[in-house]
């Protein structure tokens, strides 16, 4: 259960405040505006903080692709990499819910923008489908090479955290103009679901944000499994004999 809450409050930290710097700071002027920079250290700096804050509960995946990839490299169980997933979509939403709430106190009101995924006609750089979905897996790919690569055996434990948040970070300045950037599928399912009423197609357009993500983790999953990544043969879980995996992304610990 502690698993489940630490990655409940993760995915909802990394929804309200990576979306809500998105949507908020990009409503804002002057020195209350941020830019594509700003939206992507929003994103990153949270993982940053949530790695360190409950990677050694969770391993802090806080993002079904992660989990999934984590699954493809043998560090979990399915019957974890389910509760993972369902407490991520729950934190998901949950984050989106707020970020809802506060959006609708504004006085002269706003589009209804939970910072929504999505491609084509009208959103962003106006890129179609195709382009979509191979920046979607392709930047998914790296970002669980780095996550599985820096919480190996014999990887820099103690900047595994900062490692993946300034990864998340350049995959946010590389693709924010072609999806919104989304390499989690909570992280699209949250804003989609709670700003359906205004936005029905980023609804519509979830499964791209589901398969593609997938397919890059599961891809970074099996070359780590298979031993063309792996630093290791045999990669030690969390809190077992003296294991040096690192606090973010990494096999959960094991129950006694």
């Known amino acids: 259960m502690n698993k489940a809450i630490a ?3 993760g995915t909802f930290a990394l929804v309200l ?3 809500g710097a998105a949507v908020i700071g990009g409503m804002g002027s002057g020195a209350t505006s941020i830019d594509v920079l700003g939206i992507a250290a929003a994103f990153g700096l949270t993982i940053v903080a949530m790695a360190y ?3 050694q509960i969770s391993g802090c995946h806080i993002n079904p692709a992660v989990s999934f990839g984590v699954l ?3 560090r979990m169980t399915t019957a974890d990499f389910v509760r993972y997933v369902i407490a991520q979509v729950l934190g998901a939403i949950a984050g989106a819910a707020v970020l809802y709430l506060i959006l609708s106190g504004k006085a002269s009101g706003w589009s209804g ?15 179609n489908v195709t382009s979509a979905f191979i920046y ?16 190996q055996r014999g990887a820099p434990v103690g900047l595994a955290g900062l490692a ?17 950037t989304s390499v989690n599928p909570a992280r699209s399912l949250g804003p989609a679901l709670v700003g359906a009423g205004s936005n029905p197609q980023a609804l519509a357009q979830m499964w791209l944000f589901i398969i593609a993500p997938l397919i890059g983790a599961g891809v970074a999953g099996y070359l780590f499994k298979s031993g063309v990544l792996a630093a290791d043969d045999v990669i030690p ?10 606090p973010a992304a990494s096999a959960p610990r094991k129950r006694r």
């Open 7 to 9: 990655e409940f409050i």
């Open 113 to 127: 923008s939970l910072g929504q995924n999505g491609w084509g006609p009208g959103y962003l750089g106006e890129y």
């Open 53 to 55: 804050g409950i990677g």
């Open 72 to 74: 493809m490299a043998g």
């Open 136 to 151: 979607e897996v392709i930047g998914t790919f790296l970002f669980l090479v780095c996550i599985l690569g820096v919480t």
């Open 17 to 19: 405040i990576g979306c």
């Open 237 to 246: 879980a969390r809190g077992e004999s003296k294991s040096d995996v690192a």
């Open 164 to 180: 993946i948040g300034l990864t998340l970070v350049a995959i946010h300045l590389f693709g924010i103009n072609i999806t919104g």
